[in-house]
DNA sequence: AACACCGGTTCAAACGTTTGAATCAATATA
DNA sequence: TATATTGATTCAAACGTTTGAACCGGTGTT
């Protein structure tokens, strides 16, 4: 079954058809310090032969030997999610550069491949683990055999730092703060909001951002008009949710001008809600969204929102793990929070408020 | 450096804790046959002992005794692609389903990350390679290299058959044909068309497929709407392209009712260019796209588009390799090509022509 | 009493590398 | 001439597993 048997080179094949010795052949090819002692037509002899068979070395047999992996594990709970990829890119650049191979799993929303995935990581000694969250995850209790092998673990999308476990998030009470306040600049008064699931770290400290602007800005926050998203399902579900909100806002009758999504797929869910019912965006609504993933960038009107900035944070998660890894015996350095700057993302989908209500009669017939 | 020195936990701490061999412990831990010949209070012992020590096989020691790794690389060209997960997904399917463990990489359509990448592969001594190549792919000299190490290797969303190595990918022939005939049947006689770019594999069937049904229902294909995408960029930029060339077809003052896009971000981009001129999708111009990715879905109209069954090309793609693996000895079974069928997919972005001209002037103030 | 058998356990070699120490011939130093 | 130095190469042990073969004390058969 396992086809190396026949297959692979190895340093034996070269060494017999060199006239070398082994510890010779992998001196040369691994260039080791003392290939410096190896005179030079050896050398070039070794190297033609390896290229010509085809050589690579074994990285498990090397591994082994050297006791060093040179391996870090990402661990995305959802890789579907676009939040993810570039998270995932910016630790790729950050842990390429040290010369680490990173380690990729995707675990579906599965808790089962998530806790399968972890084992794996741990048996292929990787040195180091950053899981990506993006939405609800249960924690498991193969963190504690994390620990217990001290492997450096970091999370990013996620705050556990109670749990002893640096974290690295945007600051959400700012991204929410920075929407508020540019519906208010636009001129909104009366805005509804859809508040992320209870069970994601996320959605109280936005939902505190913009509350805290809003009195600042002396807007109203009906308390009909804040819905608050299921969490079991998944993240493609906030689109459905958008959609049954948006139209949910508009049977109260309530009076708003604007729509803050929790994110991205949620707002073009409000979008298309309210294209069912006849309204157009940003005319008659305006909807914003945060994240500032694909879908929200191609769509039309493209979408107002709050990006996070990704790809620093998988950098900055790399480059802690690394710093981590490189600083073992000085045991695990206190867990750290790190939250990171959202950025405001103009585009088409806000407007000055119309003059017309919000809840007014459609004007074309709707689109089912 | 490498941490594995003071961390992990092997099967000689467990054997010196529990006062038996390193042997029995391995027989009883790795539940090998032997493992019934041994009394079962003594494995009920070893395994609490393992248990509380947080024992992990090493993947490394085990793979190099064994002489198999029991993995899969999956190679993608570009994970940005929302094109490539669902086959990602697919593909993780399969092999998971027996006992494989994917190994994941993403070369950020960077040719030197997927070489690099590929070495890797070679270097863990993964058991079959899958290649997703959704963009431009330059073939790479290291394909030499796998087949010397006879690591059987697969490729979907390209045709490299004629390289020797088993292909996966849509019909696209029926899949544009598919598209058209959908236009034609709302009555559209006067379409414009996006062609993808000609380093692509799937442009040139996708067009026969146009060309073909076009002619069949009468349909009219002016030169001047038939346009072709640039080859050299990323995908991401078929958006870009869409927008474009939506300009430059209403500025060549042809008559057309729709635009059949090459791949679904390029129909959005032309929405998009439709959409700045003043025209809505689908009362004055009908739009379609290709692939059925998640933009497409969740835009506002939903796009109408040509899914591919990804899931399924990934599926088919790991049982492919590992039968490929299973028959090792057979040695290499001809290269085959795998076309799978594409399904229209009906959504809101296209209905039947508007009597209004397309050119005619813009009804509403455009949008910039 | 000699033998085969069996349940339970251990020996020892092997997987493909790496690397500190050893070897050995040739040259330089005392 | 004996001794150190150097340059080029090899020895052999080790990394953590797995596994065919061996061991060993006991019971059952003839």
Redesign the pocket.
Known sequence: MGQ??SG?????DIASAS??????V??V??E?P?SL???A??RAHIRTIAQQLG????A???S????STQTIGILAFDLSDPFCIPIMRGIQEGVNAAGYLPLLMDAQTQRKLFDSYLHMILERRAEGVIVIASWVFEETNLLGDIRKNNVPILIVGRDLVARGISSILVDNEAGGALATRHLAELGHRNIAVIRGPQEMCDSEPRWTGIRKVAAQCGMHLDERLVLELPGLAGPASGFEGGVRFAKQMLATGCHFTAVLAFDDLTALGVVRGLAESGLRVPEDCSVMGFDDVLPAEVATPAMTTIRQPLREMGLEAAERVLQAIRSVPGKAEKARLHKTNPELVVRMSTAPPSRTIATKKPKRRART
């Open positions: 190396r048997k692979h080179v190895t340093l034996l006239g070398f010795s082994v510890s010779t992998s001196i090819l691994s080791a003392l002692n190896v005179a037509t050896t050589y690579h070395p074994d498990y047999a090397r082994l030997r050297r006791r």
